[in-house]
């Protein structure tokens, strides 16, 4: 009798707490705002950290937590254009016609190239043989506005040109220190090869100082850097990076049938030209007066042969092996024969170094000779005149 009490008693009580429980499953209660359950975005488990409301200062957060190629683009990628030379003449009769105006154009022509803003004025660099010989450009903004470029000048002994853009304010790409590259450090290249536009590619700086002869354009008076960053047709004229963002560099070639081997202009000398350009419509180089010939040990086999060879003790050095009359080094008093030991101090192993101290010197700055002339050596003073325009 008392357990049948007992166990109508637990049956009854059972009866209570499930429909408190069916109650509670229809009509949930709410939780303290401090309890309730995460949210979960599609299928990814949520961040056990407590996220805090997102505010203004979110997207720097974001911008810091990206790797260093992100931000050194985007430092940079809005000065960045596109230049468009050919579209200024007509295939008929070369007639200029108005860059701006809306006939169908190519995606991609080979004479296209990149440019970068240098200043607040709107100058932009670019190389000499994107803008060829034209007076106009078509430049194209990284968000697809087009402007009419003005190219003041045009220089074929570095490859550098200068484009104004007018009603347009963007801001100059940083510039960075090419004097001081060293191989290893990193190398971004940013520009429109092959008509893709804003396309960036890294690498490293290769080699710094590789001469006008080794990569096939003697004519150049530039001590190129190399980088293996991919550089490929339409990338002349843009921007080569550091890893901070700043131009040490702007593209300007690479060597046909070669991967990885990409060259561009120390950003110092395109911009010296691209100042002189801004300022005189011109750049002017700084000139001799000298043919020379780098000592090695083939000039020396060579001269050895000779019926009549210069008397020449020096076994290293640039040889001069040909003076042009009333030339700054005719004044002088340089000679045939002469071996240039070193300039201000700083020793010269070959033509190119030569060539590279008189081109980053002013005109009628002086310039102190080390040479050995026969037996004797001696040091004179040159100062530097102006490249003859022919």
């Known amino acids: 009798m008392g357990f049948g009490i007992f166990l109508l008693g637990l049956m009854v009580a059972i009866a209570i707490q499930r429909g408190q429980n069916q109650n509670s499953l229809d009509s949930p209660s709410p939780l303290p705002q401090d309890l309730e359950p995460p949210q979960l975005d599609g299928d990814r488990l949520p961040n056990p ?103 003041l000048g045009r220089d074929p002994i570095t490859d550098v040109a200068v484009v104004k853009l007018d009603d347009v304010s963007l801001a100059p790409v940083p510039i960075g220190d090419s004097d001081d590259l060293k191989p290893g450090e990193w190398a971004i290249a940013i520009g429109n090869p092959l008509g893709l536009d804003s396309t960036v590619t890294m690498g490293i700086i290769s080699a710094t100082e590789r001469s006008s002869r080794e990569i096939g354009v003697p004519e150049r008076r530039v001590g190129f850097i190399q980088t293996d960053a991919a550089i490929n047709p339409g990338n002349s004229g843009g921007p080569l990076l550091n890893a901070s963002g700043a131009a040490i560099g702007m593209n300007t070639a690479i060597l046909d049938g070669a991967q990885g081997l990409g060259f561009a202009i120390p950003i110092k000398t395109a911009l010296r030209v691209g100042q002189q350009i801004i300022a005189n419509g011109v750049a002017q180089h700084s000139y001799l007066g000298v043919r020379l010939r780098t000592l090695d040990a083939e000039l020396q086999g060579q001269l050895a042969q000779q019926e009549n060879p210069p008397k020449i003790t020096a076994t290293q050095g640039v040889l001069i092996v040909a003076v042009v009359a009333n030339s700054p080094a005719e004044a002088a008093g340089l000679q045939l024969g002469d071996v240039i030991l070193a300039i201000d101090d700083v020793p010269v192993m070959n033509f190119e170094r030569v060539q590279r101290i008189v081109e980053d010197t002013a005109i009628g700055d002086s310039l102190e000779l080390k040479l050995a002339r026969g037996d004797e050596q001696l040091t004179l003073e040159v100062r530097p005149g102006p490249l003859p325009a022919d």
């Not at 190389?127 to 968000?143: I, W």
Request: aromatic fraction near 6%; hydrophobic fraction near 35%; glycine fraction near 6%.
């Open 49 to 151: 950290s407590v996220n805090p409301p997102r505010d203004d200062s979110a997207s720097d957060l974001d911008f810091e937590q990206t790797n260093f190629i992100v931000r050194a683009v985007r430092r940079v990628e809005a000065s960045v254009v596109r230049i468009e030379p050919q579209r200024l003449y007509s295939e008929e009769n070369s007639r200029a016609l108005d860059p701006l105006d809306p006939t169908p154009y190519p995606p991609y022509s080979q004479s296209a190239g990149t440019g970068f803003i240098i200043d607040d004025q709107g100058h932009l660099l670019t190389n000499a043989h994107v803008v060829g010989n034209a007076d106009q450009v078509r430049v194209v903004l990284q968000n697809g506005r087009s402007l009419r470029g003005t190219v």
